[in-house]
Each structure stands twice: as C-alpha cells, then as structure tokens.
C-alpha cells in the first residue's frame, strides 16, 4: 500500500512538474479546470468508499472474539485497518477543499461548487469518526477526545513504548518532508511568477510563514523538553 501510494504521489508530481517545464511555467490552468475538478471528485469518490470500507473492516474485526496469538494477529490487522482509513479520510478533505477552491477561484459552474461543498462535509465527517473508531478498536483504552486541547499528550500517555516509537518516527519524517516540499513549492511558484508575469508573491509569503512557524514549533517542542 505505501509503495503504490508512494509511486502514485512521485508520478503526479512528475506529471506536473514535467507540464510546468514544457510551457515555460507559464502554463494556464484555468482551461483545464472542468476536467480537474471531474477528476478530483472521482478520486474523492473512491476515497471515500475506500474509507467506509476500511471503517467497516475495523468494527467487524473489534467485535470478533480472539485469543493468544491470534488475538495479537487481529491488532495488527486493526492498526493496519486504521492507518488506512486515516490516509483515506484526511486525503479525500484535502481534495475536497482544493476542489472548492478550484470551482471558487475559475468560477466554475455552481454544480462543482456545490459537490465539493458536500465532498468536503462528508470528508470532515468521515475524519470526525476517527475518535469512535479508535474506541471500538480499542476498548479497553481511555481515549481522549479530538476536541481536548491536551489530545496529543493525553494519547501519548495511553500508548505504549512501541507505538509511540512508531508515531515519532511517522512525525519525524513528516516534518523534514514539509519542510522540503514547502521548499520546492517556494522555488516553483516563484519561477512561475517570473515566467508568466502573474505575481504569487502573496502564495510565497504565506508559504514562508507556514516553514518558519513549522521550524519554531519544533525547535521550541524539543528545546522544552
């Protein structure tokens, strides 16, 4: 699954980088809006049944009774399970907002302004469902809910040595990734602008802010520990 995830996302940032190159980073996007957005929505559309799926597959798999070995093969299945429903779940509200945006900014006709409205509610509703599902995969665990302000630090604390090995490994890869894509986004967007003539210089500056404020809140995260 990571590996087709993976090939997928370093494909389409070929694709799109390989365009932007061919027209001189002066490429118009606008006239290809009606098929991005149709596009979008498809992948919007699998996610989310891909998500209901994978809910479907942990609450099946919590309600099944197990003991020994076997009981250590369904929790892994389960964290599996989840991790999946989780990509499927927090992609398919990036999409939908991009969607949105997309309809809003070329003025699109109303019908793929409402869609993504609607894909970008369900998508957030899906998300929502991720607190419930760690309940029923987890039982026995005093989850904290999404909306308490110490939600990261009260999950830390009901997790064990591995997993939250695990989470800071998934963190850590994380941050240097943003901080490099963040990087490159600055770089192309700027090359865009001097190209085409169409100033993004507001897109970099918030860019910049977002790097700068990701570097604080790590470097000040790990200075106070």
């Known amino acids: 699954m990571k590996q087709i995830i993976y090939i997928l996302l370093c494909a389409a940032a070929g694709f799109f980088t390989s365009i932007l190159v061919l027209n001189n980073f002066s490429i ?14 498809v992948i919007i559309g699998v996610l989310l049944l891909l998500s209901l799926i994978k809910f479907k597959q942990i ?54 302004i409402i869609l993504g409205i609607i894909a970008v509610i369900v998508s957030y509703i899906i998300s929502i469902l991720t607190s419930y599902l760690l309940k029923w ?13 110490n939600y990261a630090d009260k999950l830390l604390a009901i997790s064990d040595e591995g997993e939250r090995h695990v989470m800071l490994i998934g963190l850590y890869k994380s941050y240097y990734f943003v901080t490099f894509a963040l990087v490159i986004a600055i770089i192309l967007t700027t090359l865009y602008s001097v190209s085409s003539g169409n100033s993004q210089l507001f897109s970099i500056i918030i860019m910049s802010i977002v790097l700068l404020l990701t570097h604080g809140i790590y470097g000040l995260a790990i200075r106070n520990k």
């Open 28 to 41: 118009d996007f606008t006239q290809y809006a009606q098929p991005i957005q149709i596009g979008l929505l």
């Open 137 to 149: 995969a987890y039982p026995d665990r005093e989850m904290p809910k999404v909306s308490d302000k």
């Open 59 to 112: 609450k099946n798999l919590s309600k099944k009774e197990v003991s020994g070995d076997e009981e250590d093969e369904v929790d892994i299945l389960k964290y599996k399970r989840f991790t999946d429903f989780t990509l499927f779940a927090n992609s398919s509200f990036v999409l939908s907002l991009l969607t949105v945006c997309i309809s809003v900014i070329t003025a699109s006709e109303m019908v793929y």
